[in-house]
C-alpha cells in the first residue's frame, strides 16, 4: 500500500488558542491512498481530502461549485436589491445628467457626483443618506473596490459629524455580512487558494488571542493585509464574530477620519490638483492611534511578565524547558 507525506495547513491541523512552539517545525501526516489511481494528484494537498476516496473528493468538490453558484446567485440578488433602492430612494435625475451618477473613480467624478446630489441635500437629505448607506454596505459585503471614494462623498456631503460615525457602522455591517459568506459559502475555495496566507495569519491570531480586539483594530489601521482579505480569512482563523466587528468599527474609524476630512476639502479647493488625502499630520495620526491601541497590551504584557518573575523567584512556578 503507498503512503504519501502530506503536510496539513495549520488551521486546520491544531485548534486555535493552543500553544505555537510545534509549529516552528514541519508536521506531516502519513496518509493512505488504498483505492485511488493516481497517489500523486494535488487533491490530497489539502487536509480536507486526508483519507478521503475519489467519490468523496468529487462530492467535495460539486459541494464547492454548489456553493459558488449560491453566492453567484445572491450576489445577483443583493446586486438588483441595491439598484431598485437607490434608484427609488434618489429624486428623479434630470437625464443629461445621468451620466454622473456612477461610482467615482478619480476625483473630477467625485467632485461632479458631489455637485450634483447637493443640489438635492435640502429637500431629499433623509433619501440621499439612505442610498449613500445601501451603496456602501453593498461595496463592503462583495469587497467590491470603492469604498473609500464613497466615504470621502460621505465627507463632502455630510460632513464630519454625522459621515464619520455612518461611514465606520458601514464598515462593520458590510465586513460582518462577508465574514458570514466567507464562513457560509467560502470555506473550500479560501483554505485552498490562500491556505499559506491562512497559516501565517492564525500564527499571528494565536500570538495575540490574549488582547485579540486590540490586534483586530491595528489590523484595520495598518494597509497589509488588505481589508478584502481580513474578512474573507477572519472565520476560517478562529476570530470571533463579535470581536470582528467591534474590531473593524474601531479599527477604520483611523482612515475613515483622514478620507472624511478629504471629503470636506473638496468645498473649498479651487481646483482638483489642490485635493491632498494623505498629510504628514494625518500619518503621525494613525501612528499615534496605533501607539494607543497597543500601550495597554505592552502593559498587561509587562505585569504578566513581572508576576511571572515573581512566581518563579518563589518556586510557585517551575521553569520551562
Known amino acids: 500500500m503507498r503512503q504519501n507525506l502530506v503536510r496539513p495547513t495549520l488551521t486546520e491541523i491544531t485548534p486555535l488558542l493552543q500553544d505555537i512552539n510545534n509549529k516552528r517545525g514541519n508536521t506531516y501526516a502519513i496518509v493512505d491512498f488504498s483505492d485511488v489511481a493516481d497517489h500523486d494528484t494535488k487533491d490530497y494537498k489539502s487536509i480536507d481530502n486526508l483519507g478521503k476516496s475519489a467519490a468523496e473528493i468529487r462530492a467535495s468538490r460539486w459541494k464547492t461549485v454548489k456553493a459558488i453558484a449560491q453566492l453567484v446567485l445572491l450576489f445577483c440578488v443583493a446586486l438588483g436589491f441595491m439598484y431598485i433602492s437607490v ?12 451620466d454622473l451618477l456612477k461610482l467615482p473613480t478619480n476625483i473630477e467624478e467625485l467632485q461632479a457626483l458631489k455637485e450634483l ?28 473596490p470603492g469604498s473609500m471614494w464613497l466615504s470621502i462623498l460621505g465627507g463632502a456631503l455630510f460632513g464630519l459629524p454625522v459621515a464619520l460615525p455612518v461611514v465606520c457602522t458601514c464598515c462593520a455591517i458590510g465586513s460582518t ?14 483554505k485552498e487558494r490562500y491556505a499559506e496566507k491562512l497559516d501565517q495569519l492564525a500564527i ?8 485579540l480586539l486590540n490586534y483586530i483594530i491595528v489590523l484595520r489601521l495598518a494597509p497589509f493585509p488588505p481589508n478584502w482579505f481580513a474578512n474573507l480569512a477572519a472565520p476560517h482563523v478562529g476570530i470571533p464574530l463579535k470581536t470582528f466587528m467591534l474590531g473593524t468599527f474601531f479599527g477604520v474609524a483611523g482612515p475613515s477620519v483622514i478620507h472624511v476630512q ?33 500601550i495597554p497590551v505592552f502593559l498587561r504584557r509587562r505585569v504578566e511578565q513581572k508576576a511571572k ?11 520551562s524547558s
Not at 434608484?87 to 445621468?98: A, F, G, N, S, T
Not at 455580512?177 to 479560501?190: D, E, I, N, P, R
Not at 518573575?309 to 521553569?319: H, M, Q, S, W
Request: glycine share 4%; proline share 5%.
Open 87 to 98: 434608484q427609488l430612494l434618489l429624486p428623479p435625475i434630470e437625464p443629461d445628467k445621468r
Open 117 to 144: 446630489l447637493s443640489s438635492y441635500m435640502d429637500k431629499f437629505y433623509p433619501r440621499v443618506l439612505a442610498a449613500f448607506i445601501i451603496l456602501y454596505i453593498f461595496l463592503q459585503t462583495f469587497s467590491i
Open 177 to 190: 455580512c462577508c465574514y458570514l459568506l466567507s464562513q457560509k459559502f467560502g470555506k473550500t475555495f479560501v
Open 204 to 211: 499571528h491570531i494565536q500570538a495575540h488571542s490574549s488582547n
Open 262 to 294: 478629504a471629503g470636506e476639502t473638496i468645498n473649498t479647493m479651487a481646483n482638483s490638483s489642490s485635493f491632498h488625502m494623505f498629510t504628514v499630520e494625518n500619518v503621525c495620526a494613525l501612528v499615534l492611534i496605533g501607539l494607543a491601541v497597543l
Open 309 to 319: 518573575r515573581e512566581a518563579l523567584k518563589n518556586g510557585l512556578l517551575l521553569p
